[in-house]
């Protein structure tokens, strides 16, 4: 089978300015006590500096935390969103993959999603994570208290009550590579090797085309994930989709951590002039870009009031911040997505492009016989 020709792949990049109450959020979605949160700040210096941030395996842990409480199947039933069996070798915590690589692609969505290296075998047994995230980064804040909403290199958030840290700004960014979602690949040097999708429909007719529900909903239920602990709580965040799998809004969004609306549109429109965004081919907008941004009306409310002094009323920084966002919506024709299903749209989108792809690949090969 052939790989799938022209991909789109889901990207983002979130800025949270606000630990505390991303902290508190986690706690309501996982039911826990704030302290009991799973977040561990590290630090390393960087030009002489420190710099704060929460490593990836912190953030994927959370994430699959989410989809494995969330969405597991009735009893009896095959459980893709279930824990992958861990084993110790050689004094290292890894997953247990003594299955084929095949069974394990199937049957466990965390072992899909997230990869995995196996030691304890020779050659090792490795699989790229499917689900690509950065550090989650402090990129401004006031350094001067030496306290944060989580221990440094320990669990959960003590209270930040009083620290006034409520302006820190976090960046992280994640990358979908859908093209290799649910996909055997198995490639020598020469090129040669499977290249197989895996999450077939079983009970669907050999006349029938596939359906491929299994890898839409694995789609969707990362990005819901994405969207339930990283984006609900954040202050901005643009997701889009690119034609390579980098987090290209990344470096761009620096400045907009500011909360001013001039900063924000140039931000903005310094990330979006990007020749990765392909343009729609169809549609009533042919020029808009398949891109979401997404302002939390409370946060934006919060970013008014902080920029509100004598000289700039509140009503006067609100209009302002909404005539800029409006002239960015019609230069890019982008989607201001607020709280809405923008992973919903995402994943409808692909599964058509790859069912598309799979007839088309069908077709072919039948034609070829």
Same mark, same amino acid.
């Given at each position: 089978?052939?790989?799938?020709? @022209?991909?789109?792949?889901?990207?983002?990049?979130?800025?949270?300015?606000?630990?505390?109450?991303?902290?508190?959020?986690?706690?309501?979605?996982?039911?826990?006590?704030?302290?009991?949160?799973?977040?561990?700040? +590290?630090?390393?210096?960087?030009?002489?500096?420190? !710099?704060?941030?929460?490593?990836?395996?912190?953030?994927?842990? !959370?994430?699959?935390?989410?989809?494995?409480?969330?969405?597991?199947?009735?009893?009896?039933?095959?459980?893709?969103?279930?824990?992958?069996?861990?084993?110790?070798?050689?004094?290292?915590? +890894?997953?247990?993959?003594?299955?084929?690589?095949?069974?394990?692609?199937?049957?466990?969505?965390?072992?899909?999603?997230?990869?995995?290296?196996?030691? #304890? $075998?020779?050659?090792?047994?490795? &699989?790229?994570?499917?689900?690509?995230?950065?550090?989650?980064?402090?990129?401004?804040?006031?350094?001067?208290?030496?306290?944060?909403?989580?221990?440094?290199?320990?669990?959960?958030?003590? =209270?930040?009550?009083?620290?006034?840290?409520?302006?820190?700004?976090?960046?992280? =960014?994640?990358?979908?590579? $859908?093209?290799?979602?649910? &996909?055997?690949?198995?490639?020598?040097?020469?090129?040669?090797?499977?290249?197989?999708?895996?999450?077939?429909?079983?009970?669907?007719?050999?006349? +029938?085309?596939?359906?491929?529900?299994?890898?839409?909903?694995?789609?969707?239920? $990362?990005?819901?994930?994405?969207?339930?602990?990283?984006?609900?709580?954040?202050?901005? #965040?643009? $997701?889009?989709? #690119?034609?390579?799998?980098?987090?290209?809004?990344?470096?761009?969004?620096?400045?907009?951590? #500011?909360?001013?609306?001039?900063?924000?549109?140039?931000?903005?429109?310094?990330?979006?002039?990007?020749?990765? !965004?392909?343009?729609?081919?169809?549609?009533?907008?042919?020029?808009?870009?398949?891109?979401?941004?997404?302002?939390?009306?409370?946060?934006?409310?919060?970013?008014?009031?902080?920029?509100?002094? =004598?000289?700039?009323?509140?009503?006067?920084?609100?209009?302002?911040? +909404?005539?800029?966002?409006?002239?960015?919506?019609?230069?890019?024709?982008?989607?201001?997505?607020?709280?809405?299903?923008?992973?919903?749209?995402?994943?409808?989108?692909?599964?058509?492009?790859?069912?598309? @792809?799979?007839?088309?690949?069908?077709?072919?090969?039948?034609?070829?016989?």
């Amino acid at each position: 089978m052939t790989a799938m020709p @022209h991909w789109l792949y889901p990207i983002g990049t979130i800025l949270i300015r606000n630990k505390e109450m991303w902290c508190k959020h986690l706690a309501n979605l996982f039911k826990v006590k704030p302290q009991e949160v799973p977040l561990h700040l +590290q630090t390393l210096r960087q030009a002489g500096r420190p !710099l704060r941030f929460i490593s990836k395996g912190n953030l994927r842990y !959370l994430l699959w935390r989410y989809l494995r409480t969330r969405h597991a199947n009735p009893p009896g039933c095959p459980e893709p969103f279930a824990d992958a069996p861990v084993t110790r070798h050689r004094g290292t915590m +890894q997953f247990q993959v003594n299955a084929s690589e095949e069974c394990l692609i199937i049957l466990c969505a965390e072992l899909d999603l997230f990869g995995y290296m196996y030691t #304890a $075998v020779d050659p090792p047994r490795t &699989r790229k994570s499917v689900v690509g995230l950065t550090k989650m980064v402090k990129i401004g804040g006031d350094e001067r208290n030496g306290t944060d909403c989580w221990k440094a290199g320990g669990g959960g958030g003590g =209270s930040a009550a009083g620290n006034k840290e409520g302006t820190d700004c976090w960046k992280v =960014s994640f990358t979908i590579d $859908v093209a290799r979602l649910g &996909r055997l690949t198995d490639h020598d040097p020469s090129g040669q090797g499977r290249d197989e999708l895996l999450l077939k429909d079983k009970d669907q007719d050999q006349n +029938q085309d596939q359906e491929f529900k299994e890898w839409k909903r694995r789609l969707q239920k $990362v990005l819901e994930a994405i969207h339930k602990v990283l984006i609900e709580p954040c202050y901005l #965040a643009v $997701v889009g989709l #690119a034609q390579v799998p980098v987090p290209i809004f990344d470096p761009f969004l620096n400045n907009a951590c #500011a909360g001013e609306p001039a900063k924000i549109k140039t931000a903005l429109k310094e990330a979006l002039q990007n020749g990765w !965004l392909p343009p729609q081919k169809t549609g009533s907008e042919k020029n808009s870009k398949q891109v979401w941004v997404i302002l939390s009306p409370d946060i934006v409310s919060e970013m008014v009031r902080e920029v509100t002094d =004598s000289e700039h009323p509140q009503e006067q920084v609100k209009e302002d911040l +909404q005539n800029e966002l409006g002239k960015i919506r019609k230069d890019f024709g982008i989607i201001f997505a607020g709280n809405s299903t923008w992973y919903e749209q995402i994943a409808n989108l692909l599964h058509q492009k790859l069912r598309e @792809h799979e007839q088309a690949t069908t077709s072919q090969s039948a034609g070829n016989e």
